[in-house]
């Protein structure tokens, strides 16, 4: 899914368990209830339970990063926005009460303001395209999966990738736009801050290579010479069309581009004026 929808998805656990908190409310309103404490005690222990059945399941379902602590605290965000909204918490004085739902707006906010930061960045990138990033606006770094903003020199904005020992160390970019026919080069500038020679592998996977895993055999890959300072590298996204396996790149419906170092032997490279023309 597209990044902002995505980050839209993750929130439907906030709204399951407050659900989850509502339900157990109407239950145990038809009995009788213990104590507050058992009762916050019990619908904690069943959003732990049920929460972690569900990161199991998807997990065994393939879905990637599961499990996830992420979605673990936004199970326990929901009900607890259930406990303070709906929950007929017996013993609760109507200032407490007011008192636990203030907490929980605070927590909620919190929780949204960075999915609201993608949306209207996802936004912004369908009106800047086919400009892909110029990172004149920190909102950019959340356009990539690892990076950061920062100020250099004459260039003003640009974005610096640090670089883990391990091999294969990047970044990837998260695309708001999947559509990239039309198109004849991949154009960026990028930094190579040591005195010798690197090499940056480029790689471009349509939704058939993500559901190959990425072979190499199924994707666009290119090692492209980094001399000691600013590079302009040009992707002739024409030629990148053809895979290794025999089939066509289909850039109509591009899901991953990664930009990566296999064995780093510096602790950085800058990025600048990622775009495509024609």
Known sequence: ARRAEAATWETGHILLFFCVAWGMGIWLGNRHR????????????????????????????????????????????????????????RGLTPNRRRMLQLLTVLILSAELWPVLSVWRDDLAARR???????FEHRAQSRRWTRGAVIQWGDRGGVFQVALS????????????KRDWSGYDTLALSLYNPSEHRQVLWITLRDELSQRNRGLVTDRFTAGQPLEPGWNELRIDLEAARQLPNGRRLALDNLRQLNLFIEQPQFPFFLLDDVHLTQ
Do not use: H
């Not at 800047?128 to 110029?134: G, I, T």
């Not at 020992?165 to 708001?176: A, D, E, L, N, V």
């Open 34 to 89: 213990p104590s507050p404490l058992i009762q916050v005690l019990l619908l904690l222990g069943v959003t732990i339970v049920v929460g972690g059945l569900l990161e199991l399941l998807q997990g065994a379902m393939g879905r990637a990063g599961s499990p996830s602590l992420a979605d673990m605290r936004r199970n326990v965000i929901g009900a607890l926005t259930g406990l303070a909204f709906v929950y007929p918490l």
């Open 128 to 134: 800047e395209f086919p400009v892909l990033s110029d």
């Open 165 to 176: 020992p391990k091999r294969y160390s990047g970044t990837q970019f998260i695309m708001s």
